[in-house]
Structures are given as C-alpha cells and as structure tokens.
C-alpha cells in the first residue's frame, strides 16, 4: 500500500507538506496568563486518560522562545501529558507545530481553533478585551475570530461587568445577556442586586437568576389601559370640584399615577 510520503515523492501528486516535529515534554512550557481559557481539569484527566490509552492526540501549537517550547494552543493537551508521566505512564515527546503570526494572531487562533475546548462567555470576554487592547476595532476583531459585531459587543459589555457579576456568570448562575442588563441599570450596585436576585430565586427552588424580560407590546397595552382609568376618574370629578376638594381629586390623580408606574415597572419597564 503506498503512502502520502511516496505520493509526495512523485513530484506531480499536487501535495505540499506541513511539517509537525516530535518535542521533548521537559522542553515545553506554558507562559502563566496567556491561555484565554480556563484550565477545567476534567478536560486535562481525559487527556491524561487518552494518552495512556494510546489514542490519537491532535499535535500542539508552539512558538520556539528564548525560555522554551511555548504552548500556544493545547494547554489541556500538554498538561494532560504531564498528568500521564505523574501516573507512571512514558511519553518522551509530544507532536508540535510551528505557530506563526502576530500576538493578535495567537488570541484570534485560541478562540476559533477547533481542537480546543469552547470557550465560555468569560473567557471570550477576556479574549476580545485583550484585542481591543492591542488597538483592533469591533469590525476587526469579528473578523479575525469568525463572530458577528454584535457577538463582540456582547462579550466587551460583559468584559466591563464588575468581578462578582462575571464571577456569577461563570458559574452559571445568570447569563451572560442579564449580567449585562444588571449592569447597565445598576451599575456599581448590579453585584449587589444580582446577588439578591440569586437568592430570591434559590428561595423558589431555582439555582440560576432569570431576569423578567420587558415586553413592549404588553408595558404598553397595560400603560394605555392605567392612563384611560386616570382620564375617566379626572372627567368624574370635573362636576365635582370645589377650592375645598381640589387638594383631594389633585392627591387621588397622584396616587393613581403613581399606581400606574407600579403595574407597568411590574412588566419590566424601567
């Protein structure tokens, strides 16, 4: 049976080749904070599991530094190796590829890489947030990472949140679109008030805060219905009204108005 390498040989196979080189796993390192994801250490054991098992394991991304072998992309993979070698298993090098490009680059290549764990909504977050820093614009950051403007948006919005409302999201105990909302109307107070909401909803035998979506077409139905009751009850008076009894219908208006901002507010209108 011939292989690719005597079909490359032929000279006129049309196949070109993108080297992978085998790398000693004491020569590899990983730099503290540039991984965008968080190191889950399930992910990390199934690789561990995997190599012991001898399955196929997709080959690192690296960039040769004055320190090293640096992982740019594979973290999990490369510590899964070392928990393989802590068990007692043999691996005396690990299949790398050569990474090139820009800092911008790398990021971009973490986020879309299809071999790497999804990145949750905080970690994309951080993600964008470092290419903004570096001076890219929305258009050209949803450019390099294959999402929507509206995506990366999202996700800057969500970079801006206060530590507790994003610590909240990460574990899943809001979403990232109501972390967001909080934070807007709350501002500096929204970790106090999404706490509040968390626990409100632990009390209703839930685990996660659920925000009550504003409808408009229901704010605005109810709004029209409130503010008719108001007109009627002014037209009722009108052959009642006296110097004496204006303070009083003037004070039954107020209230009722401030009633209708209530059964509104009730529907998520702010």
């Known amino acids: 049976m011939a292989t690719l390498g005597q079909l490359y040989s032929t000279g006129n196979s049309g196949l070109t080749v993108k080297k992978t080189h085998m790398v000693p796993l004491q020569s590899i390192y990983i730099e503290e904070g540039f991984n965008v994801r968080d190191i889950d250490f399930d992910h990390v054991n199934e690789f561990k599991e995997a190599f012991i098992a001898g399955e196929y394991i997709p080959p690192l991304f ?60 905080t970690e994309r977050a951080v993600a964008y947030h470092r290419l903004i820093n570096q001076g890219f614009s929305v258009d050209e950051i949803a450019k390099k990472v294959k999402r929507s403007p509206t995506d990366v948006r999202h996700h800057l919005q969500l970079a801006e949140c206060e530590p507790q409302i994003k610590a909240m999201v990460k574990a899943h ?88 901002m209530e059964i509104v507010r009730a529907e998520g209108w702010r």
Do not use: W
């Not at 043999?90 to 680059?105: H, L, N, P, Q, Y």
């Not at 029209?224 to 039954?252: C, G, H, P, R, Y």
């Open 62 to 121: 690296v960039e040769v530094t004055e320190k090293g072998v640096k992982v740019i992309d594979g973290h999990h993979r490369y510590l899964g190796a070392l928990e393989a070698v802590k068990s007692g298993h043999e691996i005396a090098r690990i299949e790398c590829k050569d990474f090139t490009g820009t800092e911008a680059d790398k990021i971009a290549f973490m986020i879309t890489s299809s071999q790497g764990k999804p990145l949750s909504p």
């Open 173 to 260: 105990e809001i979403s990232s679109s109501d972390a967001i909302a909080l934070q807007k109307e709350h501002g500096a107070l929204a970790a106090q008030v999404a706490k509040q909401a968390l626990i409100d909803a632990q009390e209703q035998g839930k685990n996660k805060v659920v925000l009550k979506k504003f409808n408009h077409k229901t704010a605005y139905s109810t709004l029209s219905a409130e503010v008719n009751n108001v007109i009627d009850f002014i037209e009722k008076q009108q052959t009642n009204i006296d110097v004496m009894k204006a303070d009083e219908i003037l004070l039954d208006i107020s209230t009722k108005l401030k009633q209708v």
